[in-house]
């Protein structure tokens, strides 16, 4: 039983505020009966956006209802139970919580506030605005504690008005008192305005969430390309030293068989020098022996005897001439100056590598912006494609050419009934599209003259022309001059006429520009200021009915790599050919 009532704050409709029936539950996480989100939606199916009522989530496009199997077991426990089942601990009112105003004794918690009765009540004492045709038309909230801040200090009534001129809510008695003769609306209305701005702005979070969503996904795999594109270079550049190492000790292999070969060879002469002197070493002697002896004999004709068989001495076989040797010293000497040369090349090379490490970059700040067109062409490049809003076009007004002409004419439209159209007494007209950005377009009229402006979508549908407010920006066009107005202020531009108007809007560098369509473009007037809400084109008449005005867009006109290393190692490898 705790169990079940530990759920029973969970499981009511916040559409209908009864328990679920087929409980379904969206993607962000509220559930509803499936026929209250189905009817939420359908009211929706314009905008072609739908939106969670809890939440105000976004779902594009509509998303398919699936029944929650849980909640829906839930519920019918919770009927077996009986809506009478007496209360767990948890279901008391604490310091933090909203008491139910009837409860007597130890107050539970109140599941809804009546902004009618300004009371809160508990699910108990709730039943009866369940039941009671009368009171089902109470508007039932959240609970809340600040029911009393809906009260009027002055006359102690509800206050179900909006003052715009005052920016404030106010009772009945209020818009006959102090604020008579201000613009007041009723307060669901004025509501329903701010909820159309609190959605475009929510639209506008959730394209940001989006782009920002998208912008994580960019840098994650800008991480991963990065990572991956160093573990490459790491790699690369290390089988390149080594394939210099591997030169580098072939070359040093290579001088030193060559040095040993060299040695064996002069060895091996120097050798058979030797012998050939240690033969003829020999032979001297024995001759000297055999000279030496006959000089000692006495009898003088032996002597002749034996020193006419002497044979000739034998010239000398080998003539040695050993001059100073520097021997392997030249071999130190070129290798030594091959080591200064690669130095040098690794040198010479070292700052090509360091700066292609250094110019290893992540772009992370957003890119400068495009400086502004100047010629037409230019111009065109963010040319925006802009129709009227039938919805918001003044009864005096005659949409044809797919929506994106405007004539001024006596007769009024029959257009039905909208909160958005401007009054009798402002021959007005907005775009449907909103306009962010960089947007261009063009405006071509005809007649007396007639007002292209940009304004806020919640501009005064009465008494308020564009420019005439801080809401709008307007260039008034007549027949032999313009001037621009902005806050009830006018500028004089040109004293010539302007039949076609090119404007130019940078909204998040907040430029607004006018020029007269021509070759080159002649700027007329532009505004540095901050927007802060989407801007919508606007077109505005005050002089005589056939004037025209159309909205005319037409297009006329790796990271680190290998390469400094590959050149070195080609340097390095051509360095070693010369040595050869």
Same mark, same amino acid.
């Given at each position: 039983?705790?169990?079940?009532?530990?759920?029973?704050?969970?499981?009511?409709?916040?559409i209908? &505020?009864?328990?679920?029936?087929?409980?379904?539950?969206?993607?962000?996480?509220?559930?509803? /009966?499936?026929?209250?989100?189905?009817?939420?939606?359908?009211s929706?199916?314009?905008k072609?956006?739908?939106?969670?009522?809890? /939440?105000? %989530?976004?779902?594009?496009?509509?998303?398919? &209802?699936?029944?929650n199997?849980?909640?829906?077991?839930?519920?019918e426990?919770?009927?077996?139970?009986?809506?009478?089942? !007496?209360?767990?601990?948890?279901?008391?009112?604490?310091?933090?919580?909203?008491?139910?105003?009837?409860?007597?004794?130890?107050?539970?918690?109140?599941?809804?506030?009546?902004?009618?009765?300004l009371?809160?009540?508990?699910?108990?004492?709730?039943?009866?605005?369940?039941?009671?045709?009368?009171?089902? #038309?109470?508007?039932?909230?959240?609970?809340?504690?600040?029911?009393?801040?809906?009260?009027?200090?002055?006359?102690? #009534?509800?206050?179900?008005?909006?003052?715009?001129?005052?920016?404030?809510? *106010?009772?009945?008695?209020?818009?006959?008192?102090?604020?008579?003769?201000?613009?007041?609306?009723?307060?669901?209305?004025?509501?329903?305005?701010?909820?159309?701005?609190?959605d475009?702005s929510?639209?506008?979070?959730?394209?940001?969430?989006?782009?920002r969503?998208?912008?994580? #996904?960019?840098?994650? =795999?800008?991480?991963?390309?990065?990572?991956?594109?160093?573990? %490459?270079?790491?790699?690369?550049?290390?089988?390149?030293?080594?394939?210099?190492?591997?030169?580098?000790?072939?070359?040093?292999?290579?001088? #030193?068989?060559?040095?040993?070969?060299?040695?064996?060879?002069?060895?091996?002469?120097?050798?058979?020098?030797? @012998?050939?002197?240690?033969?003829?070493?020999?032979?001297?002697?024995?001759?000297?022996?055999?000279?030496?002896?006959?000089?000692?004999?006495?009898?003088?004709?032996?002597?002749?005897?034996?020193?006419?068989?002497?044979?000739?001495?034998?010239?000398?076989?080998? *003539?040695?001439?050993?001059?100073?040797?520097?021997?392997?010293?030249?071999?130190?000497? !070129?290798?030594?100056?091959?080591?200064?040369?690669?130095?040098?090349?690794?040198?010479?090379?070292?700052?090509?590598?360091?700066?292609? +490490?250094?110019? +290893?970059?992540?772009?992370?700040? @957003?890119? @400068?912006?495009?400086?502004?067109?100047?010629?037409?062409?230019?111009?065109?490049?963010?040319?925006?494609?802009?129709?009227?809003?039938?919805?918001?076009?003044?009864?005096?007004?005659?949409?044809?050419?797919?929506?994106?002409?405007?004539?001024f004419?006596?007769?009024?439209?029959?257009?039905?009934?909208?909160?958005?159209?401007?009054?009798?007494?402002?021959?007005?007209?907005?775009?449907?599209?909103?306009?962010?950005?960089?947007?261009y377009?063009?405006?071509?009229?005809?007649?007396?003259?007639?007002d292209?402006?940009?304004?806020?979508?919640?501009?005064?549908?009465?008494?308020?022309?564009?420019?005439?407010?801080?809401k709008s920006?307007?260039?008034?066009?007549?027949?032999?001059?313009?001037?621009?107005?902005?806050?009830? *202020?006018?500028?004089?531009?040109?004293?010539?006429?302007?039949?076609?108007?090119?404007?130019?809007?940078?909204?998040?560098?907040?430029?607004?520009?006018?020029?007269?369509?021509?070759?080159?473009?002649? &700027?007329?007037?532009?505004?540095?200021?901050?927007?802060? @809400?989407?801007?919508?084109?606007?077109? /505005?008449?005050?002089?005589?009915?056939?004037?025209?005005?159309?909205?005319?867009? =037409?297009?006329?006109?790796?990271?680190?790599?290998?390469?400094?290393?590959?050149?070195?190692?080609?340097?390095?490898?051509?360095?070693?050919?010369? =040595?050869?």
């Amino acid at each position: 039983m705790a169990g079940v009532q530990l759920q029973r704050e969970n499981i009511s409709c916040s559409i209908c &505020l009864d328990l679920l029936k087929k409980p379904v539950t969206l993607n962000c996480g509220h559930s509803f /009966c499936k026929n209250c989100i189905k009817d939420h939606w359908d009211s929706e199916e314009e905008k072609r956006m739908y939106s969670c009522p809890q /939440c105000r %989530k976004i779902f594009i496009p509509r998303p398919e &209802l699936k029944k929650n199997t849980m909640l829906a077991d839930l519920v019918e426990e919770l009927k077996k139970t009986g809506l009478h089942a !007496a209360p767990a601990h948890h279901c008391y009112a604490g310091a933090e919580d909203v008491a139910c105003d009837v409860c007597t004794g130890r107050k539970l918690k109140a599941l809804k506030s009546c902004l009618v009765c300004l009371a809160s009540y508990c699910e108990e004492h709730l039943q009866p605005h369940h039941q009671s045709s009368a009171l089902k #038309k109470h508007k039932l909230v959240e609970p809340s504690k600040n029911l009393q801040e809906n009260i009027c200090p002055r006359h102690d #009534k509800m206050m179900d008005l909006f003052c715009r001129t005052d920016q404030q809510c *106010i009772c009945s008695l209020c818009s006959v008192d102090k604020h008579k003769d201000h613009d007041t609306v009723s307060a669901a209305e004025e509501r329903t305005h701010k909820q159309r701005e609190l959605d475009l702005s929510q639209e506008e979070v959730q394209q940001r969430l989006q782009g920002r969503d998208r912008d994580v #996904k960019v840098l994650q =795999q800008e991480r991963k390309t990065l990572t991956l594109s160093a573990d %490459k270079a790491v790699k690369d550049t290390d089988e390149i030293f080594t394939e210099m190492k591997r030169l580098l000790q072939k070359r040093s292999s290579d001088v #030193k068989q060559q040095i040993r070969s060299k040695l064996e060879t002069e060895v091996r002469r120097v050798t058979d020098a030797e @012998e050939k002197l240690r033969q003829e070493i020999t032979e001297l002697k024995k001759r000297e022996a055999e000279l030496k002896q006959l000089s000692l004999t006495q009898d003088h004709n032996q002597f002749l005897l034996n020193y006419r068989s002497l044979s000739a001495l034998s010239p000398s076989s080998s *003539i040695i001439n050993v001059r100073p040797l520097r021997h392997f010293d030249d071999v130190t000497v !070129a290798v030594a100056k091959l080591r200064g040369q690669l130095e040098d090349v690794l040198t010479e090379t070292w700052t090509d590598i360091s700066l292609a +490490v250094a110019e +290893v970059d992540v772009l992370l700040t @957003e890119p @400068e912006p495009d400086p502004e067109p100047k010629t037409r062409a230019e111009f065109f490049g963010y040319s925006q494609e802009i129709t009227l809003d039938p919805n918001t076009a003044n009864k005096h007004l005659l949409l044809s050419e797919g929506n994106r002409k405007v004539t001024f004419v006596k007769e009024n439209q029959s257009y039905p009934h909208h909160t958005d159209r401007f009054t009798t007494s402002c021959p007005q007209v907005l775009s449907k599209e909103s306009l962010t950005g960089r947007c261009y377009w063009e405006v071509e009229w005809t007649g007396e003259g007639v007002d292209v402006a940009v304004t806020y979508k919640n501009i005064s549908r009465s008494e308020s022309f564009f420019g005439f407010n801080d809401k709008s920006w307007a260039l008034v066009c007549q027949q032999n001059s313009c001037k621009f107005f902005h806050n009830n *202020i006018w500028t004089d531009v040109s004293d010539v006429k302007v039949s076609r108007v090119g404007v130019y809007l940078d909204h998040r560098a907040g430029l607004l520009s006018f020029y007269r369509v021509s070759d080159p473009m002649t &700027l007329l007037h532009r505004v540095q200021t901050t927007f802060t @809400e989407p801007l919508y084109a606007g077109v /505005c008449f005050y002089f005589s009915p056939g004037d025209t005005a159309e909205l005319c867009t =037409q297009i006329e006109w790796n990271y680190f790599s290998s390469s400094v290393l590959n050149s070195v190692f080609k340097s390095f490898t051509s360095l070693f050919s010369r =040595q050869q």
